[in-house]
C-alpha cells in the first residue's frame, strides 16, 4: 500500500497540564529559531477552542506538528501531508523522527513553565487518508508487516502490544505499549539515519 498521509502520537507523561495556548510562543520560537531544521514551519494554529482536538498546531510544508488532546489524551502528534520517499516502514521512521526531535525540543527546555515530558512508551501511528487506507481488517493486513517491522527497530526486541481501532467510522489508528519507559532521545536514536 502506497501510503504516505500517516501520523504518529507519542503520549505525554502524567502531570503535563500546561494550557494549550501556552505552546503559542513556543512554536513561533521554533520557526524564528528553525528549530527542526528538517522542516520548513510556516506557522501557529490555535485549536485549543476544539475539545479533544488538534490543540495548538505547528504548520510545516513538509507535515503538521500538534499537542493533541485527540481521544481524551495530551500527546505530540505529526502528520505527513506529502509523498515522502521509501517503503512504508521508511515513512513511519521519517515521520517518527520528525516527532521524536519535537518531543526532545520540548523535553529539554523549549516549552512553557510546566515541564511535559514523554514516556515513550506508548504512541498512536494513524492514517489521515481514508480512501486509500479505510479502517478496515483488509488494511490492518496489508499495514501490519510494515508497522511491525518499524516497532521492531523503534523497541529494539522489547516486547510490545498493538490494540487496533475497531470503529470503521475511525481513522485508522494502532495504538502501541511497551511495558517500561524509553527516553525519546534513545528512540530518535535508533531510528534515526544521521
Given at each position: 500500500m502506497d501510503l504516505h498521509r500517516i501520523g504518529i502520537k507519542f503520549f505525554a507523561g502524567e502531570g503535563n497540564s500546561a494550557a494549550l495556548v501556552d505552546f503559542i510562543p513556543v512554536f513561533?520560537?521554533?520557526?524564528?529559531?528553525?528549530?527542526?531544521?528538517?522542516?520548513?514551519?510556516?506557522?501557529?494554529?490555535?485549536?485549543?477552542?476544539?475539545e479533544r482536538g488538534p490543540g495548538t498546531v505547528l504548520v510545516a510544508h513538509e507535515g503538521n506538528l500538534s499537542i493533541d488532546e485527540t481521544g481524551g489524551r495530551r500527546g505530540l502528534a505529526y502528520y505527513s501531508k506529502h509523498e515522502l520517499p521509501g517503503q512504508l516502514k521508511d515513512c513511519l521512521e521519517t515521520v517518527a523522527v520528525n516527532a521524536l526531535k519535537a518531543c526532545c525540543l520540548l523535553e529539554k527546555g523549549?516549552?512553557?513553565?510546566?515541564?511535559?515530558?514523554?514516556?515513550?512508551?506508548?504512541?498512536?501511528?494513524?492514517?489521515n487518508d481514508r480512501l486509500l487506507a479505510p479502517n478496515t481488517e483488509e488494511t490492518w493486513s496489508q499495514l501490519e508487516p510494515a508497522i511491525r517491522g518499524f516497532l521492531e527497530k523503534l523497541y529494539s526486541g522489547q516486547d510490545y502490544s498493538i490494540e487496533r481501532e475497531r470503529?470503521?467510522?475511525?481513522?485508522?489508528?494502532?495504538?502501541?505499549?511497551?511495558?517500561?519507559?524509553?527516553?525519546?532521545?534513545?528512540?530518535?536514536?535508533?531510528?534515526?539515519?544521521?
Open positions: 513561533h520560537r521554533w520557526i524564528q529559531n528553525k528549530s527542526l531544521e528538517q522542516l520548513l514551519l510556516i506557522d501557529v494554529a490555535d485549536y485549543s477552542h476544539v523549549e516549552t512553557v513553565n510546566t515541564k511535559i515530558s514523554f514516556p515513550g512508551n506508548e504512541l498512536q501511528i494513524f492514517s470503529d470503521p467510522g475511525e481513522r485508522f489508528q494502532v495504538t502501541v505499549k511497551v511495558p517500561e519507559a524509553v527516553a525519546v532521545d534513545t528512540l530518535l536514536q535508533r531510528i534515526s539515519n544521521e
